[in-house]
């Protein structure tokens, strides 16, 4: 093994205020220096750091990397395995057996059905917008409501339930809880899910969890595939519609160039996907002892995956740093690669050409109404990666 590989010594770190978008420096550092460093877990585990494109994308189609929560070697105490239905952190055959029965439940054609709903939703919420006034925070108004809305009409989450349930998500993935508070809203969200499931059990209606039922997945796994959709649903695509939109305010040229030309909508959807890599990193861990960009990984060793610097490979992608709409983005890893690639991608690409295009042409004057520095981020603990709140404003019609 190399002994002049480069080390990373503490994760996660956090960006420079003035490149909000560009992934922390020292992990561009790291990229630098070549596509694998070693590096230390927060628990004080040694691990590996994988920043280069081709190496994240090996390793996420490799079946000799795990996902399974109980393998993580992250920590001093071993970790429990992943609670039923959860199965972003299982591998096969458990993997499978829960993805399977929603596949064909989230198809490119079905995720397009759902167009002219997501059309209504968004002029929906550009209307309220638009009667409050002249500005609102686009977080509130606009980026969580959009995606709260879809997944919760397409899982069968009654619409009074949809308040509490957006605030129980953000406390568990927004990264700025204690510990007591984290747990408590994972408990208060489970224990909702139960009752949903129990609920739609006795008195089916048409959504996606109502058709689960009529499966042979139990009742706590059902609850677990529930909590994986909705908080995956819900959190991304919100946080990917309100940092895409401080993107483009933040690079008025290619604001201008989509507001001039709708053809660049899908376009402009890949390259705002590989830019800003929401979902930031993931981990995996060896099997048995793999050789990987010239080091060897021995067995039980957990690796870090970093999305957002592969989705910055200058290897891959031609001035990487630059936001081009113009781009030919596909092959991005925002929504993974291999068995474990996004189930809801097709349900995301939809939700943000529509509601992008539905803003700048509602909007075409909008702006940020704070100063860009003043702009809050959220912290890099939290799992995925946004802005807290989006002051903005518009001219009155």
């Known amino acids: 093994m190399s002994e002049s590989v480069h080390t990373v010594t503490a994760l996660p770190t956090e960006r420079r205020t003035d490149c909000p978008f560009d992934p922390p420096a020292e992990l561009l550092d790291a990229r630098r220096h070549g596509p694998i460093s070693r590096c230390t877990h927060p628990g004080g585990k040694p691990g ?51 993805r399977k029965p929603l596949v064909g439940r989230f198809t490119v054609r079905r995720m397009r059905m759902l167009t002219e709903r997501i059309e209504q939703i968004t002029a929906e919420c550009l209307d309220a917008m638009e009667a409050g006034g002249t500005s609102a925070d686009l977080v509130t108004a606009f980026a969580k409501p959009i995606p709260t809305i879809v997944i919760c009409e397409l899982l069968g989450v009654p619409y009074e339930d949809r308040a ?4 129980q998500i953000d406390a568990f993935m927004g990264g700025e809880v204690s510990d007591e508070e984290l747990i408590a809203a994972y408990t208060a969200t489970q224990e909702y899910l139960a009752r949903l499931v129990a609920a739609k059990r006795a008195h089916p209606t048409d959504d996606v969890l109502s058709e689960l039922t009529d499966s042979d997945l139990t009742d706590e796994e059902l609850k677990g595939i529930s909590l994986i959709l909705l908080a995956a649903g819900f959190d991304t695509t919100a946080n990917m519609l309100s940092l895409g939109t401080y993107a483009l305010l933040r690079n008025p040229d290619q604001l201008a160039a989509l507001r001039a030309d709708p053809s660049l909508t899908d376009g402009a959807v890949e390259e705002l996907l590989r830019y800003l890599s929401v979902a930031k990193t993931f981990h995996r861990t060896a099997l048995e002892d793999v050789e990987l960009g010239g080091q060897t990984i021995a067995a039980g060793t957990t690796i870090v995956l970093s999305y957002h ?69 959220r912290p890099e603990s939290a799992d995925i990666f946004g802005v807290k709140s989006l002051p903005v404003a518009w001219d009155a019609k």
């Open 48 to 98: 590996w750091l994988v920043t280069g494109y081709e190496l994240v994308r090996s390793v996420l189609a490799d079946p000799r990397f795990s996902s399974r929560k109980d393998l993580l070697n992250v920590v001093d105490f071993e970790l429990p395995p992943a609670p039923p239905g959860e199965f972003l952190l299982m591998d096969d055959p458990e993997h499978s057996r829960y």
């Open 164 to 167: 509490s349930f957006q605030e």
């Open 309 to 377: 610097t592969a989705n910055r490979d200058p290897e891959r992608f031609a001035d990487p740093h630059a936001l081009d709409l113009s781009r030919q983005a596909a092959g991005h890893l925002a929504f993974s690669h291999g068995i474990h690639q996004c189930l809801g991608q097709q349900l995301a690409r939809v939700e943000m050409r529509v509601a992008f295009r539905a803003l700048v042409d509602r909007f075409p004057a909008l702006r940020l109404a704070v100063p860009a520095e003043e702009v809050v981020l």
